[in-house]
């Protein structure tokens, strides 16, 4: 062998940016979906390698078109199918089930059944279509467009409060249209007097069951996006709160059900507000937002919770005396003592966590009166930070091609050149790396192939 066959498989060893861009399985490269390579370990998609390759991160990036066709194939069976036994199973994802009459002003009324499984496996669906969609065409464009978020991750994180703002807002405003016409308004006993025998009309069972379908798709949400600092607490909060919802719609404990639900969007509004106008840095209007969550939370989540739970543990047994359960006779539903001290216990779990994000609540509070902002202590640190992580990716690209070192002459230098100058510039700093990475190899065999002949 030749010292020039040397060279030549010297170059074969060394691969240029395009084989690098055809190849795809090099250690450590990537190549995200901006367009952007990674080497080494450096990383420019923002996330944990791992989760990224996970199935679960598959599902998170392809929720619009999973929960669309499953809508689609749901709606097209129902309506153009001309089988029966199809239609009367697609129909109960659809509409209400089990009408038991109408009230005194003609409205349908409906008990509880089984099949409103159905209905509220649908609205998961439905909702993580809203959810995704939304936030992509149109919450993500509104954060670049008018709020000067340009950051990947913060618009993300902007988009997802811009969702729950919106959905809490609806959600607490139809609770309380809802509330002011309901037997129990300003009246906790009623409550609880003539428990079970209690029905629901269309608008207040779809809104039960509706708000049922959102807190299991944020268990969902919790589990196909990456995992944040605080997400068993989060996780705890979701679970406690499916319990409880479930729970009491079987055990037709739902007027108290509904009084909680209104206690807790009414103060996520506010949070969801603070967080979208950090993320725009409106500061001053962050704060004042702040304020008025800080003064709802405590007020709410802790001074009428509160009352509704004492409320329930002092009353609750004495107004319900003609439901409790008898031995050897049939009833609707029944309670114990042990069953009133699982769902007492739900609560007063959902109050524990309450107090845990209190204590972090009041740190932010506390920086805000010495003057530092309002910050959400829950979330990642690079959730905020906008300049900082684009800076921070940038710098890892450059560093990936070799571009650190005298930065401020090499830009002021591709500002001068043609965009076919600088892809040059930058695969021959990729070729100098590869060649780099080769070169103690080829070295060596060079080494070797010296010696032999030497010996010969």
């Known amino acids: 062998m030749k010292s020039s066959e040397l060279d030549q498989e010297s170059i074969k060893l060394t691969p240029t940016k395009s084989q690098v861009e ?14 952007n390579v990674s080497i080494g370990s450096v990383s420019t998609y923002g996330g944990d390698q791992e989760y990224h390759d996970s199935f679960m991160a598959t599902v998170e990036r392809n929720q619009i078109s999973i929960s669309r066709n499953l809508m689609l194939l749901l709606y ?6 001309s089988d029966v036994r199809i239609t009367s199973i697609t129909n109960k994802f659809i509409v209400l089930q089990n009408k038991v009459g109408v009230d005194n002003v003609g409205r349908p009324i409906y008990d509880i059944d089984i099949d409103d499984v159905y209905f ?5 669906i439905t909702v993580t279509f809203l959810r995704s969609a939304l936030m992509k065409y149109l919450m993500e464009p509104f954060a670049s467009k008018f709020c000067n978020i340009h950051s990947r991750k913060a618009k993300t994180r902007f988009a997802e409060q811009s969702w729950s703002f919106v959905y809490w807002g609806l959600s607490f405003i139809y609770g309380v249209y809802l509330y002011l016409d309901a037997p129990y308004f300003n009246d906790l006993d009623q409550i609880y007097i003539n428990w079970p025998d209690f029905y629901m009309n269309g608008p207040f069972k779809s809104y039960y069951l509706i708000s049922m379908a959102f807190w299991i798709q ?17 996780l705890s909060h979701h679970i406690i709160t499916c319990m409880l919802i479930i729970g009491s719609y079987y055990y037709y404990y739902f007027r108290i059900g509904h009084l909680i639900l209104m206690i807790m969007d009414s103060v996520d509004i506010f949070l969801a507000g603070a967080k ?3 993320y725009a840095k409106y500061s001053t209007a962050c704060d004042a937002m702040f304020i008025l969550f800080l ?3 405590i007020g709410l989540r802790h001074g009428v919770y509160n009352y509704i739970f004492y409320h329930a543990w002092h009353k609750s047994t004495s107004l319900m005396q003609n439901g409790r359960c008898i031995e050897g006779v049939a009833q609707k539903r029944c309670w114990t003592p042990g069953v009133i001290n699982v769902f007492m216990g739900l609560l007063g779990g959902l109050q524990i966590i309450t107090c845990i994000w209190m204590y972090l609540i009041l740190k932010v509070a506390y920086k805000v009166i010495i003057g530092s902002g309002a910050e959400d202590v829950r979330s990642d640190e690079d959730d905020t930070d906008e300049e900082k992580e684009e800076e921070g990716q940038d710098f ?5 091609i070799g571009e650190v070192d005298e930065q401020e002459e090499k830009e002021q230098e591709e500002a001068n050149q043609s965009p076919d100058e600088v892809d040059s510039d930058k695969a021959e700093l990729l070729d100098e790396k590869f060649e780099f990475q080769y070169s103690t190899s080829v070295s060596n065999r060079k080494d070797t192939y010296t010696s032999a002949l030497d010996e010969k």
């Open 218 to 234: 944020q268990i969902f949400v919790l589990h196909v996006e990456k995992p944040r600092k605080d997400h068993y607490q989060m």
């Open 76 to 81: 097209s069976l129902n309506f153009f199918s």
């Open 276 to 278: 979208m106008l950090k």
């Open 295 to 297: 003064v709802s939370w």
């Open 120 to 124: 509220v496996v649908h609205w998961v």
């Open 22 to 35: 055809q190849r795809g399985e090099v250690e450590g490269c990537d190549d995200d979906d901006e367009g």
């Open 396 to 400: 890892e690209e450059k560093e990936a």
